[in-house]
């Protein structure tokens, strides 16, 4: 999927406060250039997530940074027990470990060259590998990777902070927000995650009856501008209630009333407002598998110098 790049840089804009510069423009270039590159066809949703890590790692700048990088070299020697392997890149490759994985895959030494993590061609290649492989933190479920957060029956940009790092509450969250910007940017207006195609539910209850439910007390209860019928939240509200009601009883009077609050809470989650912008239906961008990653070779060259301007509107 080749990305409309002014309509990615005009929707991005805002996330960076209005204006962009010309280092900002040519990092995510980079990050743009490499995706293209080595995962055409993937999931837009992970090109969405890590543009939107890239923002929190580097401060904004999304140009590949150092840890720490308002300190001196100095102060990381004397601080780091992991010096020289410390954090580079968009996301903060660190340990000797996984500079010599990393280097093994793009093609360059960089346990001897440290610094050569900052290139942003092979930092962008190190984040998508990495976070799609799952290099960077793992459980005991297994690695922490794009697949396990975005795939056909999943989208879950909070959770997926754990793929570069612990639980941090507020930066989860913020992460996300960036996340539905981006998807935004790239072009993916909607996703429509795979629907059971049935649930067992108590009392007899069958999805019908949520689905009434939800018709019923939508109509009646929430403003009408914000009822979206035919869409993807009508189809997450169905999913979670249905599910909550697999082992819980509860009286058919107050059904209507619990299906209301799900989809007021779920219409205004910043990260689902991306969803119901239409009734576009994502085909090429649907996940059916894992992407597979094509191992290309960076190659030293300077940066597309995109038109946008700094402070343009």
Do not use: C
Request: glycine share 6%; proline share 6%.
């Amino acid at each position: 999927m080749a990305i409309d790049r002014p309509h990615f840089f005009s929707t991005a804009r805002p996330v960076f406060g209005g204006r962009l510069s010309q280092d900002q423009v040519d990092g995510m270039n980079a990050i743009l250039d490499d995706w293209e590159a080595r995962m055409p066809g993937g999931d837009v949703r992970w090109l969405a997530y890590a543009l939107a890590t890239a923002l929190h790692e580097t401060a904004r700048t999304m140009l590949p940074v150092r840890e720490a990088f308002w300190l001196s070299e100095e102060w990381r020697k004397r601080n780091l027990s992991y010096y020289p392997y410390y954090g580079r890149g968009y996301v903060q490759l660190t340990h000797r470990g996984n500079y010599l994985k990393a280097g093994n895959f793009v093609g360059a030494d960089l346990v001897r060259n440290p610094d050569e993590a900052l290139r942003p061609d092979y930092a962008a290649t190190i984040m998508f590998v990495g976070m799609t492989q799952g290099w960077f933190r793992r459980d005991e479920h297994g690695p922490h990777t794009f697949e396990r957060y975005f795939n056909n029956s999943t989208d879950d940009p909070i959770r997926a902070r754990r793929i570069i790092n612990g639980f941090e509450p507020g930066v989860a969250e913020d992460i996300a927000e960036y996340y539905a910007i981006f998807l935004r940017a790239i072009g993916a207006r909607a996703f429509h995650l795979a629907a059971p195609e049935s649930f067992s539910l108590a009392a007899g209850m069958e999805v019908s009856d949520v689905d009434q439910a939800f018709r019923a007390s939508a109509r009646s209860r929430v403003q009408s501008q914000m009822f979206d019928e035919s869409g993807d939240v009508r189809q997450m509200v169905t999913e979670i209630v249905a599910a909550y009601l697999t082992s819980n009883n509860i009286a058919p009077d107050d059904l209507p009333g619990l299906v209301a609050n799900v989809y007021l809470a779920l219409s205004r989650a910043p990260y689902v407002s991306t969803r119901i912008a239409d009734n576009f239906q994502a085909t090429d961008n649907s996940p059916e598998a894992p992407a597979t990653i094509a191992r290309v070779t960076p190659k030293k060259r300077s940066p597309a110098r995109n038109t946008v301007a700094d402070g343009s509107s």
